[in-house]
């Protein structure tokens, strides 16, 4: 399925057939604008928006839950994709699917069995994601990856953006890349943390295809700009 020459095609039902996926997330956006700020990295090609929810327990922020979840569907149709960072993430299910969420992740180490918890997310209709921390090793995410539709891997500590892209993270998306390659998986593989044009190539060249980045599109002068910045950077990795 990849032949690593940048060729890979993801095929899934999420919209056409693409090599990789960015998903802006609004976490570094600016809040008093965030209609505009969505439209503007909407027109400049975004794939998913992503959305992370803190609850001050899981990690120490806390952000927004599923009413942002519900106004920011009536601002755009890309794919909400949202990263419950969050423990019993599982009680939310149906508040986020009523809210107009496209895909739920959820960390391995907040649910009980993660198998369980992709069936029932897809049981609901969403997509589903799984996800893992740093210090977590990412041979959790194998027994759902047959059921899993993003594997997510975190290249910084959950809790907050504007952090640095961890050494190491290579390691663990090739080990991943590998896994759905050879179980002919159709799961995207996502990096979430430290993501730009300089720590994207590391990522794409390890094996990921779904690149999440928030402070190096929305903290720069024009996001627009610095998303295409970010796709070219993935292009000639
Ligand atoms: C971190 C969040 C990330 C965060 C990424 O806990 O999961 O999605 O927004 O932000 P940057 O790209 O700024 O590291
Ligand atoms: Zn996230």
Same mark, same amino acid.
């Given at each position: 399925m990849s032949d690593r020459s940048g060729e890979r095609a993801v095929s899934d039902a999420w919209g056409k057939p693409r090599r990789f996926r960015i998903c802006p997330s609004i976490? =570094?956006?600016?809040f008093s604008r965030l209609g505009e700020e969505i439209t503007r990295v909407t027109s400049a090609g975004a794939d998913f928006i992503h959305v992370d929810v803190m609850d001050g327990r899981f990690v120490p922020s806390i952000t927004f839950g599923p009413i942002l979840v519900r106004a920011m569907r009536r601002l755009t149709s890309l794919p909400l994709d949202v990263h419950l960072m969050v423990v019993e993430p599982m009680r939310f299910l149906e508040d986020f699917a009523a809210a107009g969420a496209d895909c739920l992740t959820v960390h391995v180490e907040a649910v009980e069995d993660p198998v369980d918890a992709v069936r029932r997310i897809r049981a609901r209709g969403l997509r589903a994601g799984l996800t893992v921390k740093?210090?977590? =090793?990412?041979?959790?995410l194998l027994p759902a990856l047959p059921e899993c539709d993003i594997a997510l891997v975190m290249t910084v500590e959950p809790g907050a953006g504007g952090q640095r892209f961890l050494e190491g993270s290579a390691e663990r998306i090739a080990t991943l890349r590998s896994a759905i390659d050879s179980g002919g998986f159709d799961c995207l593989l996502s990096v979430d943390g430290g993501i730009g044009p300089e720590t994207a190539p590391i990522a794409a060249r390890a094996g990921a295809d779904t690149f999440v980045a928030g402070h190096s599109v929305f903290r720069a002068p024009d996001p627009g700009e610095a998303l295409a910045a970010l796709r070219r950077s993935i292009e000639g990795a």
């Open positions: 976490l =570094s956006a600016d740093p210090s977590t =090793s990412v041979g959790r």
